[in-house]
């Protein structure tokens, strides 16, 4: 009797271990399926934002951020409003994706600005989409805004 005991109880545990494990790997397979899809998007956005490139005529030389932001909800502040305006100069739209999440993503480029100030482009995507292309000068310059529209300008220049 004691060993039929132990048996029940045995075969009740398992029962209860399996279950558990099944309800710990259903809850956690969806996450893996998000951060695929985030990594699929992001792939996607880097095959669109080198074509959007080669389109432009920018040598992107090194990806040196990338980063998902939050554009502000009304695109009026300093730096927003002035990249909002930057794009509508390369033929881009920014105002769909106010107060949505985007990918920025910066490279090094080999152009400068003046002879002097050695450039940066940035591009902003959305699903896979790019949705602006805009020019900086790098972090470390004094130069402001230092901020570019895409289109042609004779002060920008091949290294």
């Known amino acids: 009797m004691n060993d039929k ?7 009740i545990l398992i029962i209860l271990a399996g279950g558990l ?18 990594t699929d ?3 996607e956005s880097q095959n669109e934002i080198s074509l959007e490139l080669k389109k432009l005529n920018i040598t992107a030389i090194e990806k040196t951020k990338e980063m998902e932001y939050n554009i502000p909800e009304n695109l009026s502040d300093v730096g927003w ?8 100069e390369g033929g881009y739209d ?11 993503t910066r490279y090094s480029t080999n152009e400068v600005y003046d002879n002097t ?13 790019v949705v602006c292309v805009y020019k900086t000068v790098t972090e470390n310059s004094t130069m402001a805004p230092g901020v ?10 091949k290294k």
């Open 148 to 157: 570019f529209s895409v289109k042609e300008n004779p002060l920008i220049k």
């Open 5 to 11: 005991f132990i048996l029940m109880l045995a075969v």
């Open 21 to 38: 494990f099944y309800f710990l790997y259903r809850r956690q397979s969806p996450q893996v399926n998000i951060q695929n899809n985030i």
């Open 94 to 104: 920014l105002s769909p994706y106010a107060g949505k999440t985007v990918l920025l």
């Open 117 to 129: 100030e050695p450039l940066d482009v940035w591009a902003v995507s959305s699903k896979g989409k």
């Open 81 to 88: 409003y002035l990249k909002k305006i930057i794009c509508e």
């Open 41 to 43: 998007s992001k792939i």
